[in-house]
């Protein structure tokens, strides 16, 4: 793969003009914006990532007004056709197959960044309209780097930003994702983790019962399927924040739940979401000095959840402060070192970058959320597998081996009524979680291992179809990430087991999204290519 960089000219950051039809200068591509798709990129593990056409209308998830996770508090809203804003990276392709272009961000601590493009025709004309024979096109971007809009009139060098084009967009998604990787020594492991996770069956219900039946049906079914890892997901701690307290669901504790997976060969993994803290914890009890606060001096609010308690605001460490830095750093060790959780899932963390008055007031939002996952790899250990959850994608290169790209799968494939109230754009949908298993898969071994989120095959408890569940399997295999299991195994028929098997086997980088700008339906936003 070759990524040129246009020309050697440096790109103007107020409103560069990228791209141009039917005039003089600029680069050709296709028959303008009628023919344009454009890949816009969100903020975290759970934002919608897909390609849209300039007629649509950038449509956030309203329904998540007061407390969106999925959408960066500071990124400005767009609701006017041909209008969007990208986070870390944006592609423009020509449906018609000419070539296309990609602009994204390779600067470090400054990889909370925002794009937001716009196509003009100068003079009028709907961008989306034809714009006549002669007139020019122009794709503008304005940049922010993680809060600061790059003034106008400043440059910019490849350094930060990679602009490039080319006859194969998808080539040059991957050829940024290669450069991001490579100047932030990304960690990418030899083989995507595998294993089994406790949340798609048993929920916050989960039980240390649960956990041990896993663990002896993933014996049963070992010759079929590996599963390198048991992870007991939420539902284990007495209260969010309080990680190191265990509920009375384990009552034999979390160190000898995981010495006796250890026992049977796999590694044990264990969900915290570190960043964030119940009011109600010991921890926000015992240190109200360590939240992050908003200007008036209150507790930041990152989310209400449901699955908690919908009526209490979720609060926020501030990563800034030593104290917390040294509290996170030992929750880390304790769990991965003296209670043997060698996997860790670390879910929420946009909450640490979220904007607020920080202890350090020196230091960006990003380089917050960094020096919060820093503090965990250190305690964890560098052999430590950190699964990244809710995470800003690009502040987590070279900190996290695999991170999930797409919201949670569920046991439905996801209605009507969750494409209205979500505008089809986020929620909780095994159809969204899979559009971005493939819109992203592109990341895959160059920023981490892709987590594609859980497979599930089982016949009970579940609305997927034969058909949803072997696209499933088939959009997990074929993109090569993780594979997770989250069912209640000594239950799937064998005929199911069979399809688990076969996504185990499709796994293993044969094949290649070759093109996602087609639309945003999953079933046909992409082709898959194997060699
Ligand atoms: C555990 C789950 C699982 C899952 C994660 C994450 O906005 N929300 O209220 C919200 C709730 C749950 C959620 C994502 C968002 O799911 O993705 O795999 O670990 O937490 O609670």
Same mark, same amino acid.
């Given at each position: ?29 296709? !028959?303008?914006? *009628? ?118 009139? *400043? ?23 290669? !450069? ?24 916050? =219900? ?7 039946? *896993?663990?002896? !049906? ?20 007495? *209260? ?8 009375? =669901? ?22 915290? !979401?570190?960043f ?16 992050l ?18 009526? =209490? ?5 501030d990563c800034t ?31 640490a970058a979220l904007?607020g008055?920080r202890h350090d007031?020196?230091r960006t939002r990003a380089q917050a959320l960094r020096a919060g ?22 502040p ?136």
């Amino acid at each position: 793969l070759s990524v040129t960089v246009v020309g050697d000219r440096p790109v103007r950051l107020d409103d560069a003009t990228l791209l141009a039809t039917g005039g003089p200068g600029g680069l050709r591509l296709g !028959a303008g914006p *009628a023919s344009w798709s454009l890949y816009r990129n969100g903020w975290n593990s759970w934002s919608n990532a897909r390609a849209f056409t300039f007629d649509e209308a950038d449509g956030d998830p309203w329904l998540f007004a007061i407390a969106d996770t999925t959408l960066d508090p500071e990124t400005p809203r767009r609701r006017e056709p041909g209008r969007f804003r990208s986070e870390l990276v944006t592609a423009l392709a020509d449906r018609e197959g000419s070539g296309g272009l990609v602009l994204g961000f390779v600067g470090g601590a400054r990889c909370l960044s925002v794009v937001d493009v716009a196509a003009e025709v100068p003079g009028g004309a709907l961008p989306h309209d034809d714009p006549g024979p002669g007139r020019l096109v122009e794709l503008s971007a304005t940049c922010r780097f993680d809060g600061t809009t790059v003034d106008p009139g *400043a440059t910019t060098t490849t350094e930060d930003l990679l602009v490039a084009d080319g006859p194969d967009p998808v080539g040059l998604l991957e050829g940024w994702a290669a !450069a991001l990787g490579a100047a932030q020594s990304a960690r990418v492991p030899a083989r995507p983790p595998h294993g089994w996770c406790s949340w798609y069956y048993h929920y916050a =219900k989960v039980t240390e019962a649960d956990v041990r039946r *896993a663990l002896a !049906a993933a014996d049963g079914v070992a010759a079929d399927v590996p599963l390198g890892y048991v992870m007991v997901d939420d539902g284990h701690q007495q *209260a969010i924040g309080d990680w190191l307290a265990t509920n009375h =669901k384990f009552p034999s504790g979390m160190a000898a739940l995981a010495a006796d997976i250890r026992a049977t060969g796999r590694d044990a993994g264990i969900w915290i !979401a570190p960043f964030l803290v119940d009011p109600d914890s010991d921890v926000a009890r015992a240190h109200p000095d360590w939240l992050l606060r908003d200007e008036a001096g209150e507790p930041v609010t990152a989310l209400w959840n449901q699955i908690w308690n919908l009526r =209490k605001r979720q609060q926020v460490l501030d990563c800034t402060r030593p104290d917390v830095v040294a509290h996170l750093e030992e929750v880390a060790r304790t769990l991965a070192r003296d209670w043997g959780y060698r996997v860790l899932k670390l879910d929420f963390c946009f909450a640490a970058a979220l904007p607020g008055v920080r202890h350090d007031p020196g230091r960006t939002r990003a380089q917050a959320l960094r020096a919060g996952l820093d503090a965990v790899r250190r305690g964890a250990g560098d052999d430590a597998v950190l699964i990244g959850c809710g995470l800003p994608l690009g502040p987590a290169v070279g900190v996290v081996d695999a991170m999930r790209i797409g919201t949670d799968v569920a046991p439905a494939w996801g209605g009507k009524v969750t494409r209205w109230a979500f505008s089809d754009q986020g929620g909780i949908s095994t159809r969204i979680a899979m559009r971005n298993t493939l819109t992203r898969a592109f990341l895959h071994g160059h920023l981490w291992s892709n987590d594609p989120d859980c497979v599930m095959v089982r016949t009970d408890r579940t609305r997927l179809t034969e058909a949803e569940v072997r696209f499933l399997v088939a959009a997990v295999g074929l993109t090569d990430g993780m594979v997770v299991s989250s069912d209640r195994l000594d239950k799937v028929p064998p005929e199911r087991l069979d399809l688990l098997r076969l996504c185990h086997e499709l796994s293993g980088g044969r094949c290649r999204v070759v093109d996602l700008f087609a639309g945003p339906e999953p079933e046909t936003v992409v082709s898959v290519k194997a060699d």
